[in-house]
Nanobody, 126 residues
Framework: QVQLVESGGGLVQPGGSLKLACATS????????VAWFRRAPGKEREGISC??????YYTNSVRGRFTISRDDAKNLVYLQITNMKPEDTAVYYC?????????????????????WGQGTQVTVSS
């Protein structure tokens, strides 16, 4: 069965860095996309990045600071976050979908992602 587990969250200062990991099982990273979403306090869950064999995607608010990558042999997907800002404070989720086998050029939409991890808390504060 499909499972995803996020890790790597924590408390960091503005300008700091974190590397989140998503441990996956039950599907092939070589074929199905994995996306990162986040839910900030009082806001809707937002798709911020996606990786597949044909495309990577970053939403405008994170482009240049966030880097998505994967290790197919270890079934891991990473999200490297640099120059962190207070507005990055959120619960970060990884997810995979069964609707398509590539990341949409318009970014991941929550409704299209079927399987989700429980999330990892990221807090950016002095």
């Amino acid at each position: 069965q499909v499972q995803l587990v996020e890790s790597g969250g924590g408390l960091v200062q503005p300008g700091g860095s974190l590397k989140l990991a998503c441990a996956t099982s039950g599907f092939s990273l070589d074929y199905y996309p994995v996306a990162w979403f986040r839910r900030a306090p009082g806001k809707e869950r937002e798709g911020i990045s996606c990786i597949s064999n044909v495309r990577t995607y970053y939403t405008n608010s994170v482009r240049g600071r966030f880097t998505i990558s994967r290790d197919d042999a270890k079934n891991l997907v990473y999200l490297q976050i640099t120059n962190m800002k207070p507005e990055d404070t959120a619960v970060y989720y990884c997810a995979t979908e069964s609707v398509r086998n590539y990341c949409s050029e318009s970014g991941p939409r929550e409704i299209e992602f079927e399987y989700w991890g429980q999330g990892t808390q990221v807090t950016v504060s002095s």
